[in-house]
């Protein structure tokens, strides 16, 4: 499964804030560490992120050639198969961390806007591809875009919202387009490697912890350390700004898909929008695995043997293998990496030069995405 | 199948310029129309792109994660499946191109490498996703990418490229790099606009001359209108220029596929690369069947109902296709029609204001390009 993060990521935390979960159910900062302040302000973020970049994503994705078009509306979630309104997009996350790293080197918001609207384009991009390759028909409960048009359809039109991304980042005016568009070429390319990773661990029985590691920091980190950093390029921030940006960006994703994998295992399908116990049915080697398997002792190795078995388990042994990951010290060892990775970005925001209102609401919404329940 | 403009060009050309094929079986200029002069300059730009742009391409290949870039050099003709040394690459049409139009501003040709690189990258990011979308399992006798590693692969190392593509270009230290990157994401989106109609025209029984015409701008002559002006955009050349560099590759790249086109039923085998009767034998809707469907009268009916047909034809009856397509005016206007465009190329050329020597250049390679045997 490519990785997303959801659609239905504000209404969950709107449902009621972190405070009714039950504490060492959660991989964020800690227990409690999100305080309702900070969902607040993170959903604030959140909604003025998706009001500002989607009239402007809108009219990127209307140049789009017409069979593009109508996949892309599609794949956002504007319309549905019929042609009627769909029920809106994802969170987008990337975007209102765009905007966020413009404020962060003291312009205006708007100064972002050409980035964010690129990053939600790449991200795109890169799941219409994922899915295909993947093999999955569905993504949150909708027919994804191969499922429906076909391959060329799904290919041509991630190809077409890679170039839209450059173009439209090009077109924003800024004297600091140029070298925001190689950023993205480069961050493009990381997120092709992870995925390409991705694939061969698929047919591998040896990967290791660090190997899967490398491969997140492609697949998931990059494109949000670039997510949170674009905007400072933009503004002609200086360099250190926008390296302590992009560590931040690097420390959530890596807390980011640490917790994905939690809840790839151990989340709630009426949450996740996954069947449960998702990632265990395709044996995926996530990193709670994959942790399990090299450091798990007994634990480990008769989670290895069932790993490299095939065909289709029953509940009961998906049960037996998540214990097994728990066993084996994989939850927990991911929960406390998941922390210890949010902390290392809150440090170093901490320890630069920024505006006070954009570090918080920056910690904010990096708590509130790794705070999810699982 | 994608366009290509083929790996033995140069050594065809080589083999005895144009003096020895029959009048009346060329499609460009006209019989006799390149001198063994224009093939001789033409023959020389295009080593002169290859040893310029080669070492450039390699090393930004060379920048890739170690599967795209195993993938790459292979589909690139550097290396072969067992790992052993490569025959070449293809002729580098677009790479001279890009050079050529630096020059044609005035500037070194080396202030063109960077387009030259990009261009090429673009051209072999559209050849990887489209073999696979088309289904070619082999081009110019060698297992595509995708049939041997894989969907995946081809994806990916697509994807790969044509990131790459905007990296190497914005690299360059140009001060005009960014609106050459801005020119080449929206080339990329034509060339996408493109091939999503070529796809879509496999299933559609009534497609007319202009839609196949438009399909052809986008699939075929927008890249190389690019490659012949992203140059003179890097030499910051006025717009004036560009804007005629653009037209003088547009109609060339018209002219290209309209012999590309009449190749895929005359050509010869041995010459193509391809089978006898290719493109019937795949019942393409090319630009001379589509033609003579429309124009044709009686033969263009019967072209139109065996068009319309399924199944495996035999040599006589690909025979008798190819015979109504020429009944129905197929190839003839086809050929005309390529010759009035290079002319309109050469003309847009003649009244701008460009050395002397890139401008004879320009003229040669064109000639030579949709002067081949068919």
């Not at 191969?146 to 004297?175: Q, Y």
Request: net charge neutral.
């Amino acid at each position: 499964m490519a990785r997303d993060d959801g659609g239905g990521g504000a209404q969950r935390g709107e449902r009621g804030g972190g405070a009714a979960r039950p504490p060492g159910r959660r991989c964020g900062g800690g227990a409690g560490m999100t305080a309702t302040a900070d969902v607040d302000i993170a959903l604030a973020v959140l909604r003025r992120g998706r009001d500002t970049v989607t009239p402007a994503l809108r009219a990127a994705v209307a140049r789009l050639d017409r069979a593009s078009r109508e996949q892309a509306a599609y794949h956002l979630g504007w319309i549905e198969l019929d042609g009627t309104p769909g029920h809106g997009g994802g969170k987008a996350v990337r975007p209102a961390l765009a905007l966020l790293s413009a404020a962060a080197a003291g312009a205006p918001v708007q100064a972002g806007l050409p980035g964010a609207v690129a990053v939600e384009l790449v991200h795109n991009f890169s799941l219409l591809h994922d899915d295909l390759m993947d093999g999955d028909t569905e993504r949150r409960h909708r027919r994804t875009v191969w499922a429906h048009w076909g391959a060329p359809a799904a290919i041509l039109t991630g190809d077409a919202l890679l170039a839209l991304a450059v173009e439209v980042l090009l077109e924003g005016g800024s004297p600091h387009a140029a070298p925001a568009a190689r950023l993205l070429a480069a961050t493009t390319r990381e997120l092709i490697r992870g995925q390409a990773e991705d694939v061969a661990f698929e047919r591998r029985s040896d990967v290791g912890v660090e190997e899967c590691l490398s491969m997140a920091a492609g697949k998931t980190a990059s494109l949000l350390a670039t997510s949170a950093a674009i905007g400072s390029v933009l503004a002609g921030a200086p360099v250190g700004l926008t390296a302590t940006l992009q560590t931040y960006g690097t420390e959530l994703g890596m807390a980011f898909q640490l917790v994905d994998d939690l809840l790839g295992i151990w989340g709630d399908p009426a949450v996740t929008g996954k069947p449960v116990l998702s990632d265990l049915r395709s044996r995926k080697k996530s990193l709670p695995v994959t942790y399990a398997v090299h450091h798990g002792g007994t634990a480990g190795r008769e989670l290895a043997r069932w790993l490299a078995g095939a065909g289709e388990d029953g509940e009961a042994q998906l049960r037996r293998a998540a214990a097994l990951v728990e066993d084996g010290g994989g939850r927990d060892w991911a929960a406390a990496e998941a922390r210890r990775r949010i902390a290392l970005g809150e440090k170093a925001l901490a320890g630069a030069d920024l505006p006070d209102g954009p570090r918080a609401e920056l910690v904010a919404l990096g708590r509130y995405l790794v705070d999810r329940e699982f």
